[in-house]
Protein backbone atom coordinates (compact mmCIF):
# COMPACT_ATOMS: atom_id res chain seq x y z
CA UNK A 1 0.00 0.00 0.00
CA UNK A 2 2.87 2.44 0.90
CA UNK A 3 4.57 1.87 -2.19
CA UNK A 4 1.20 2.36 -4.48
CA UNK A 5 0.58 5.48 -2.50
CA UNK A 6 3.92 6.98 -3.20
CA UNK A 7 4.23 6.13 -6.71
CA UNK A 8 1.11 7.91 -7.43
CA UNK A 9 2.19 10.94 -5.03
CA UNK A 10 0.30 10.86 -1.76
CA UNK A 11 1.60 11.18 1.78
CA UNK A 12 0.51 8.66 4.73
CA UNK A 13 1.05 10.19 8.35
CA UNK A 14 0.20 7.95 11.25
CA UNK A 15 -0.27 8.66 14.83
CA UNK A 16 0.06 5.73 17.44
CA UNK A 17 -0.69 5.15 20.73
CA UNK A 18 0.77 1.88 23.23
CA UNK A 19 -2.63 0.05 23.83
CA UNK A 20 -4.93 2.43 22.28
CA UNK A 21 -4.08 1.72 18.31
CA UNK A 22 -2.62 3.51 15.27
CA UNK A 23 -4.67 5.96 13.60
CA UNK A 24 -3.01 6.11 9.64
CA UNK A 25 -3.66 9.55 7.49
CA UNK A 26 -3.74 9.11 3.86
CA UNK A 27 -3.41 12.10 1.80
CA UNK A 28 -3.98 11.65 -1.89
CA UNK A 29 -2.89 15.23 -4.33
CA UNK A 30 -6.25 16.23 -5.70
CA UNK A 31 -7.13 15.70 -10.22
CA UNK A 32 -8.82 17.31 -11.64
CA UNK A 33 -10.64 15.75 -14.77
CA UNK A 34 -9.88 17.28 -18.41
CA UNK A 35 -12.27 17.29 -21.47
CA UNK A 36 -10.73 13.88 -22.42
CA UNK A 37 -10.68 11.86 -19.48
CA UNK A 38 -13.44 8.64 -18.97
CA UNK A 39 -14.43 7.44 -15.31
CA UNK A 40 -14.79 3.62 -15.80
CA UNK A 41 -15.74 1.50 -13.02
CA UNK A 42 -13.65 -0.31 -10.89
CA UNK A 43 -13.65 -4.29 -9.45
CA UNK A 44 -12.26 -4.10 -6.20
CA UNK A 45 -9.58 -6.63 -5.67
CA UNK A 46 -11.90 -8.89 -3.25
CA UNK A 47 -15.02 -8.79 -4.57
CA UNK A 48 -16.92 -9.94 -1.48
CA UNK A 49 -19.13 -7.86 1.42
CA UNK A 50 -16.69 -7.10 3.92
CA UNK A 51 -19.19 -8.25 6.83
CA UNK A 52 -19.28 -11.67 5.53
CA UNK A 53 -15.37 -11.59 5.29
CA UNK A 54 -15.50 -11.19 8.75
CA UNK A 55 -17.65 -13.84 9.59
CA UNK A 56 -16.92 -16.73 7.62
CA UNK A 57 -13.13 -16.86 7.91
CA UNK A 58 -12.99 -20.93 8.69
CA UNK A 59 -11.08 -23.86 7.83
CA UNK A 60 -11.96 -25.78 4.87
CA UNK A 61 -13.36 -29.13 5.13
CA UNK A 62 -10.12 -31.74 5.40
CA UNK A 63 -9.68 -34.02 2.15
CA UNK A 64 -6.31 -36.81 1.94
CA UNK A 65 -5.97 -36.50 -1.38
CA UNK A 66 -5.10 -32.46 -1.27
CA UNK A 67 -1.93 -30.70 -0.28
CA UNK A 68 -2.59 -28.90 3.38
CA UNK A 69 -1.46 -25.16 3.84
CA UNK A 70 -2.24 -22.55 6.90
CA UNK A 71 -2.34 -19.16 6.09
CA UNK A 72 -1.41 -16.95 8.78
CA UNK A 73 -2.88 -13.15 8.54
CA UNK A 74 -3.77 -10.31 10.82
CA UNK A 75 -6.22 -8.68 7.72
CA UNK A 76 -9.49 -10.34 8.30
CA UNK A 77 -10.19 -9.46 4.33
CA UNK A 78 -6.89 -10.69 2.63
CA UNK A 79 -7.78 -14.32 5.04
CA UNK A 80 -11.22 -14.56 4.06
CA UNK A 81 -9.98 -13.71 0.44
CA UNK A 82 -7.06 -16.27 0.11
CA UNK A 83 -9.16 -18.90 1.98
CA UNK A 84 -11.53 -19.00 -0.47
CA UNK A 85 -9.56 -19.11 -3.46
CA UNK A 86 -7.03 -21.39 -2.14
CA UNK A 87 -9.53 -24.32 -0.59
CA UNK A 88 -10.94 -25.11 -4.05
CA UNK A 89 -7.20 -26.40 -4.51
CA UNK A 90 -5.81 -27.37 -0.64
CA UNK A 91 -6.68 -28.01 2.52
CA UNK A 92 -6.49 -24.83 4.11
CA UNK A 93 -6.31 -23.85 7.94
CA UNK A 94 -6.33 -20.23 9.01
CA UNK A 95 -5.33 -18.47 11.92
CA UNK A 96 -5.19 -14.65 12.98
CA UNK A 97 -1.87 -14.72 13.85
CA UNK A 98 1.73 -16.25 14.70
CA UNK A 99 0.11 -17.35 18.56
CA UNK A 100 -2.79 -18.85 16.97
CA UNK A 101 -0.72 -20.44 13.85
CA UNK A 102 1.71 -22.82 17.19
CA UNK A 103 -1.99 -23.40 18.78
CA UNK A 104 -3.86 -24.97 15.59
CA UNK A 105 -0.55 -26.64 13.67
CA UNK A 106 -0.66 -29.38 17.04
CA UNK A 107 -4.09 -30.31 15.78
CA UNK A 108 -4.12 -30.53 12.12
CA UNK A 109 -3.13 -33.07 9.71
CA UNK A 110 0.46 -32.22 8.50
CA UNK A 111 0.93 -29.03 6.79
CA UNK A 112 2.73 -28.96 3.62
CA UNK A 113 3.01 -24.97 3.55
CA UNK A 114 2.42 -21.95 5.55
CA UNK A 115 1.71 -18.52 4.12
CA UNK A 116 2.47 -16.02 6.68
CA UNK A 117 2.55 -12.14 7.00
CA UNK A 118 5.30 -10.79 8.82
CA UNK A 119 3.97 -7.43 10.51
CA UNK A 120 1.65 -8.98 13.20
CA UNK A 121 0.56 -8.55 16.65
CA UNK A 122 1.59 -10.63 19.59
CA UNK A 123 4.48 -12.83 17.30
CA UNK A 124 5.04 -11.87 14.07
CA UNK A 125 6.37 -13.69 10.64
CA UNK A 126 9.53 -14.00 11.78
CA UNK A 127 8.87 -15.00 15.38
CA UNK A 128 6.46 -17.48 14.01
CA UNK A 129 9.02 -19.21 11.61
CA UNK A 130 12.04 -19.60 14.44
CA UNK A 131 9.33 -21.00 16.84
CA UNK A 132 8.52 -23.66 13.91
CA UNK A 133 12.04 -24.56 13.25
CA UNK A 134 13.23 -25.22 16.95
CA UNK A 135 9.86 -28.09 16.50
CA UNK A 136 11.63 -31.57 15.21
CA UNK A 137 8.25 -31.91 13.98
CA UNK A 138 7.57 -28.38 11.92
CA UNK A 139 11.10 -27.31 10.92
CA UNK A 140 10.80 -29.01 7.04
CA UNK A 141 7.17 -27.39 6.73
CA UNK A 142 8.11 -24.76 3.44
CA UNK A 143 7.52 -21.56 4.53
CA UNK A 144 6.46 -17.97 2.48
CA UNK A 145 6.16 -14.96 3.79
CA UNK A 146 3.59 -12.66 2.55
CA UNK A 147 4.08 -9.13 3.05
CA UNK A 148 3.49 -5.22 2.82
CA UNK A 149 7.64 -4.53 2.98
CA UNK A 150 9.48 -3.93 -0.17
CA UNK A 151 13.02 -3.27 0.68
CA UNK A 152 15.89 -5.51 -0.49
CA UNK A 153 17.21 -5.95 3.39
CA UNK A 154 13.51 -7.21 4.35
CA UNK A 155 13.94 -10.03 1.91
CA UNK A 156 17.70 -11.25 2.36
CA UNK A 157 16.40 -11.10 6.25
CA UNK A 158 13.33 -13.54 5.32
CA UNK A 159 14.99 -15.80 3.07
CA UNK A 160 18.46 -15.82 5.07
CA UNK A 161 16.13 -17.37 7.51
CA UNK A 162 15.03 -19.97 5.70
CA UNK A 163 11.83 -18.64 4.18
CA UNK A 164 10.89 -20.65 0.68
CA UNK A 165 9.88 -17.35 -1.13
CA UNK A 166 8.94 -14.04 0.08
CA UNK A 167 5.79 -12.39 -2.19
CA UNK A 168 5.26 -8.06 -1.54
CA UNK A 169 1.63 -7.05 -0.97
CA UNK A 170 -0.08 -6.38 -3.56
CA UNK A 171 -0.05 -9.75 -5.40
CA UNK A 172 -2.08 -12.06 -7.52
CA UNK A 173 -3.81 -15.38 -6.06
CA UNK A 174 -2.66 -16.47 -9.64
CA UNK A 175 1.15 -15.81 -8.65
CA UNK A 176 0.95 -17.20 -5.17
CA UNK A 177 -0.87 -20.40 -6.46
CA UNK A 178 1.90 -20.99 -9.09
CA UNK A 179 4.85 -20.64 -5.97
CA UNK A 180 2.81 -22.94 -3.83
CA UNK A 181 3.26 -25.58 -7.22
CA UNK A 182 6.41 -25.07 -8.13
CA UNK A 183 6.94 -25.70 -4.11
CA UNK A 184 5.23 -28.45 -3.75
CA UNK A 185 6.89 -29.99 -7.20
CA UNK A 186 10.13 -29.35 -6.05
CA UNK A 187 9.74 -31.15 -2.52
CA UNK A 188 8.52 -34.21 -4.30
CA UNK A 189 11.21 -34.10 -6.03
CA UNK A 190 13.84 -33.97 -3.62
CA UNK A 191 11.71 -36.53 -1.86
CA UNK A 192 12.35 -39.20 -4.71
CA UNK A 193 15.46 -38.66 -4.93
CA UNK A 194 16.42 -38.51 -1.24
CA UNK A 195 14.59 -42.17 -1.06
CA UNK A 196 16.04 -43.52 -3.85
CA UNK A 197 19.25 -42.92 -2.72
CA UNK A 198 18.15 -44.53 0.62
CA UNK A 199 17.36 -47.73 -0.59
CA UNK A 200 20.75 -47.41 -2.51
CA UNK A 201 22.89 -47.33 -0.01
CA UNK A 202 20.65 -49.61 1.60
CA UNK A 203 21.18 -52.57 -0.81
CA UNK A 204 24.87 -51.44 -1.09
CA UNK A 205 25.47 -51.92 2.33
CA UNK A 206 23.09 -55.45 2.94
CA UNK A 207 24.71 -57.12 -0.20
CA UNK A 208 28.24 -56.44 0.35
CA UNK A 209 28.88 -58.19 -3.56
CA UNK A 210 29.19 -57.18 -6.65
CA UNK A 211 28.95 -60.73 -8.17
CA UNK A 212 27.93 -63.14 -5.49
CA UNK A 213 28.50 -65.82 -7.85
CA UNK A 214 31.88 -66.31 -7.21
CA UNK A 215 32.12 -64.59 -3.94
CA UNK A 216 31.46 -66.98 -0.75
CA UNK A 217 30.39 -70.00 -3.22
CA UNK A 218 30.82 -73.08 -0.37
CA UNK A 219 28.91 -71.22 1.89
CA UNK A 220 26.22 -70.37 -0.88
CA UNK A 221 25.68 -73.86 -1.50
CA UNK A 222 25.95 -75.59 1.45
CA UNK A 223 22.58 -73.38 2.47
CA UNK A 224 21.11 -74.19 -0.95
CA UNK A 225 21.37 -77.82 0.16
CA UNK A 226 19.86 -77.44 3.71
CA UNK A 227 17.19 -75.63 1.63
CA UNK A 228 16.57 -77.75 -1.08
CA UNK A 229 17.05 -74.74 -3.40
CA UNK A 230 16.39 -75.83 -7.32
CA UNK A 231 18.70 -74.96 -9.99
CA UNK A 232 16.32 -72.49 -11.18
CA UNK A 233 16.12 -70.78 -7.81
CA UNK A 234 20.05 -71.09 -7.45
CA UNK A 235 20.13 -68.49 -10.55
CA UNK A 236 17.15 -66.73 -9.17
CA UNK A 237 18.62 -66.03 -5.81
CA UNK A 238 22.18 -64.78 -7.68
CA UNK A 239 20.23 -62.37 -9.26
CA UNK A 240 18.27 -61.15 -6.63
CA UNK A 241 21.53 -60.87 -4.95
CA UNK A 242 22.83 -58.55 -7.92
CA UNK A 243 20.14 -56.07 -7.19
CA UNK A 244 17.73 -56.87 -10.38
CA UNK A 245 14.36 -56.64 -10.08
CA UNK A 246 11.46 -58.72 -11.62
CA UNK A 247 11.52 -58.17 -15.46
CA UNK A 248 14.77 -57.77 -15.47
CA UNK A 249 14.80 -61.65 -13.34
CA UNK A 250 12.50 -62.73 -16.22
CA UNK A 251 14.30 -61.07 -19.21
CA UNK A 252 17.46 -62.80 -17.82
CA UNK A 253 15.88 -65.91 -17.70
CA UNK A 254 13.36 -66.00 -20.16
CA UNK A 255 10.91 -66.29 -18.40
CA UNK A 256 7.64 -64.75 -17.55
CA UNK A 257 6.75 -62.08 -14.87
CA UNK A 258 4.34 -63.96 -13.35
CA UNK A 259 6.55 -67.40 -13.46
CA UNK A 260 8.76 -65.40 -11.86
CA UNK A 261 7.25 -64.52 -8.82
CA UNK A 262 5.71 -67.60 -8.11
CA UNK A 263 9.45 -68.83 -7.89
CA UNK A 264 10.45 -65.83 -5.56
CA UNK A 265 7.31 -66.78 -3.07
CA UNK A 266 8.70 -70.50 -3.03
CA UNK A 267 11.76 -69.41 -2.33
CA UNK A 268 10.00 -67.16 0.90
CA UNK A 269 8.50 -70.45 1.50
CA UNK A 270 11.61 -72.83 1.97
CA UNK A 271 13.39 -70.03 3.39
CA UNK A 272 11.09 -68.55 5.81
CA UNK A 273 11.91 -64.93 4.94
CA UNK A 274 9.66 -61.94 3.76
CA UNK A 275 12.05 -60.23 1.53
CA UNK A 276 14.47 -59.80 -0.47
CA UNK A 277 17.10 -58.43 2.15
CA UNK A 278 16.76 -61.44 4.49
CA UNK A 279 16.88 -63.42 1.59
CA UNK A 280 20.12 -62.37 0.26
CA UNK A 281 21.70 -62.38 4.19
CA UNK A 282 20.50 -65.78 4.50
CA UNK A 283 22.80 -67.13 1.32
CA UNK A 284 25.49 -64.80 1.86
CA UNK A 285 27.73 -63.87 4.36
Known sequence: MRKIIHIIGGRIQF???????????????????????????????FPIERNSLIKDINDSDYSKD????????????????????????YNVFVAKNGIEALEKIVKIPKTDIIISDIMM???DGYQLHLRLLENDNFNSVSFIFLTAKTSIEDKIKGLYEGAIDYISKPFSIEELIAKINAIIVNREKQKNEAMKESIQAI???????KDVSYENEDFFNKQCQIYKITERQKEIILLIANGLEYKEISDKLNISIKTTGKHIETLYEKTNVHNKVDLINLFFK
Not at 66 to 89: C, P
Not at 203 to 209: F, W, Y
Open 15 to 45: DSQINSGTEFKITLKRYFLSENDNITNMTPS
Open 66 to 89: KRTIMLVEDNLEMLSYMQLELSKI
Open 121 to 123: DGM
Open 203 to 209: MERMLKV
